[in-house]
């Protein structure tokens, strides 16, 4: 056998393998639409205090044929934290309770996907991993969905080909657990943050 | 000046109840922006933007109440003119 005829079986050979198994995606959750939310809500006597925040970012591994080896990172902006209430949100970023000063990110860092159940383009699962808010991490399970939508880039961002993946998740956190104004203001603020995550991340192919 | 207090108290009652029954009658705190939820066709996600606009709630409410009545206890203090007749010598 020649060299161009070896060439040419290892490039077939490297073809074949490359289509017969997909590989893991990374997908990248800067929304350019600024469509990525986060939602918190805490009990209050007078109203439920609600807010949102959009400054997400992060990266995360995907690999459609095999769900369950999902990793990544993503990353809230704290000073992205809203509540329309002006006096409420100066609160909420100043030194007492989020310090978005001294702390400017709140992350969660996924480990392992367990309970994977996987139909169509939907996987969910129970996700572990490390959740970072005011400079405390504390490992944390929490239930997900991932929706894998292949070739819908192109959808959302015109002229970019690729696919979109969609992570949702809701789940409580207790603020105390965070440094958060622990044994304070309990009979004003709940200590319970319940959490909704509802982010898109893309993964464009030339 | 007691008159002067005791209706400035009644318009800025009025204005304050006007104000905030006409935004809505918010039995929450005042908000200075409202969220807009934007549906993203291609994955289901509802976007939320922030628009710059005053709601009044109950402590505009409370607030606006304890000025007027602040002002009209105020005027308390003011005696109410009284025409004086000269006595004859």
Excluded at chain 1, 27 to 51: C, M, R, T, W, Y
Excluded at chain 1, 113 to 136: E, H, I, M, P, S
Excluded at chain 1, 142 to 155: F, G, I, M, N, W
């Amino acid at each position: 056998m020649n060299l161009s005829k070896h060439l040419l079986l290892t490039g077939l050979l490297a073809g074949l393998a490359y289509g017969g198994q997909a590989a893991p995606q990374s997908f990248d959750f800067k929304d350019p639409k600024s469509v990525n939310n986060a939602i918190f809500q805490l009990d209050a006597p007078l109203e439920s205090i609600n807010g949102s925040a959009n400054g997400i970012s992060g990266t995360v591994t995907f690999d459609p044929e095999n769900p369950a080896a999902v990793t990544g990172k993503i990353i809230v902006t704290t000073a992205s934290l809203t509540v329309p209430n002006p006096l409420q949100n100066t609160h909420l970023h100043g030194p007492n309770w989020l310090d978005a000063a001294q702390f400017p990110e709140i992350s969660f860092e996924a480990k392992s996907l367990a309970n994977v159940k996987t139909a169509d383009n939907v996987t969910t699962g129970d996700l572990t991993g490390t959740f970072t808010l005011k400079g405390v991490a504390k490992d944390i399970t929490v239930p997900v969905k991932l929706t894998y939508l292949k070739d819908k880039l192109s959808a959302r961002v015109p002229n970019l080909k690729g696919d979109l993946l969609v992570i949702r998740a809701n789940f409580p956190i207790n603020r105390e657990d965070f440094n958060i104004q622990p044994g304070q203001y309990e009979d004003k603020v709940s200590t319970t943050i319940n959490l909704s995550l509802a982010i898109a991340g893309a993964s464009p192919q030339p | 000046m007691k008159r002067t207090l005791q209706l400035l108290a009644l318009l800025i009652l009025l204005a304050t109840a006007a104000t905030w029954l006409g935004t809505g009658a918010s039995r929450g705190w005042t908000k200075t922006s409202v969220a807009v939820k934007t549906l993203d066709e291609v994955t289901g996600i509802e976007g939320i933007t922030y628009q710059k606009k005053f709601l009044p709630g109950v402590d505009f409410l409370g607030a606006g109440t304890a000025l007027a009545v602040g002002l009209a206890g105020a005027s308390l203090f003011f005696r109410k003119p009284t025409n004086r007749k000269q006595q004859p010598n």
